[in-house]
Nanobody, 115 residues
Framework: QVQLVESGGGLVQAGGSLRLSCAAS????????MGWYRQAPGKQRELVAG???????DYADSVKGRFTISRDNAKNTVYLQMNSLLPEDTAVYYC?????????WGQGTQVTVSS
């Protein structure tokens, strides 16, 4: 059983920063992608950023230059550094681990950016 535990969400003013963390535990392939999706009220869940086990990264256009994804393979942990936050970044952020055979989700953490 794989478990993803997220932390770091909260309330911040526009222009501020937050850092999300997601620690994975259990048994899964070391060849995987970890990342973050988000879902705002009334909207579909969307990809924010992903990082492959080899280090390749991918970002949504809306967060490029503001967010940075990183991972510590020894700790099975992925991070999302979010800078220059905007009110439209307000959403529930979900951690993802994509292995060759299965996709696992975290429970979500709320990020609220006030204007």
């Amino acid at each position: 059983q794989v478990q993803l535990v997220e932390s770091g969400g909260g309330l911040v003013q526009a222009g501020g920063s937050l850092r999300l963390s997601c620690a994975a535990s259990g048994t899964f392939s070391s060849n995987n992608v970890m990342g973050w999706y988000r879902q705002a009220p009334g909207k579909q869940r969307e990809l924010v950023a992903g990082i492959w086990s080899g280090g390749r990264t991918d970002y949504a256009d809306s967060v490029k230059g503001r967010f940075t994804i990183s991972r510590d393979n020894a700790k099975n942990t992925v991070y999302l550094q979010m800078n220059s936050l905007l009110p439209e970044d307000t959403a529930v952020y979900y951690c993802l681990l994509d292995s060759p055979s299965h996709r696992f989700w975290g429970q979500g953490t709320q990020v609220t950016v006030s204007s």
